[in-house]
């Protein structure tokens, strides 16, 4: 045998098995997670995530996953989450500076978290200032009043209302049904008050 041949086979990459998110098809991929994956069977088309199972919640209000369990659909929150919010990436070095400055809020007695998220996938918690103050994320403060909602912002968020920072400040009208950002066209429109 050609020695040549011999090593390239040798090369070649190991395909590993997923299955569609969508229809559960059995699928080929070559394990690179920047190029979306088309399903043969249905036509769906989405990205691979490296992230962790624990990881994909992150940024979930628990009581969140536990409705979407109750329903039987957290599968689809965690699509969702992992395809539409995380886009087939990894939380940012800013998603994880506004959970360490949010709990330094909470701890500071400056914010609370109130009994309700965000109605958006992934459906962050949402807090409260109980007084004005100053958050520091990026090497930028953003002040906020006392009464004013404060919410992590999905990529969707911050596309729509141009942020920078994955922060929401705002005065946040209630909203009672719960929404993933897939089901969703301009899904932030009105929610502000």
């Not at 992150?58 to 409705?67: F, G, H, Q």
């Amino acid at each position: 045998m050609n020695r040549n041949l011999t090593t390239s086979v040798f090369e070649m990459p190991q395909l590993k098995q997923l299955q569609c998110p969508s229809c559960s098809a059995p699928l080929d991929w070559d394990g690179k997670y920047s190029q979306p994956i088309t399903c043969a069977y249905c036509g769906n088309v989405f990205m691979p995530a490296a992230t962790g199972m624990d990881d994909v919640w992150l940024m979930t209000d628990p009581v969140a996953c536990a409705r979407y369990e109750f329903n039987g659909t957290l599968d689809k929150l965690e699509h969702d989450i992992r395809f539409e919010v995380m886009r087939g990436r990894d939380w940012t070095a800013l998603d994880r500076a506004y959970l360490g400055e949010i709990g330094r809020l909470q701890q500071d007695g400056l914010v609370r978290q109130l009994a309700t998220f965000w109605a958006v996938s992934p459906h962050p918690p949402v807090y409260r200032a109980l007084a004005d103050g100053e958050f520091n994320l990026g090497g930028q403060k953003l002040s906020f009043r006392k009464g004013d909602e404060i919410v992590w912002a999905c990529p969707m968020t911050r596309d729509r209302f141009d942020l920078a920072l994955p922060l929401l400040i705002a005065d946040l009208q209630d909203a009672r049904t719960q929404q993933l950002c897939s089901d969703m066209a301009n899904a932030m429109q009105g929610r502000m008050g």
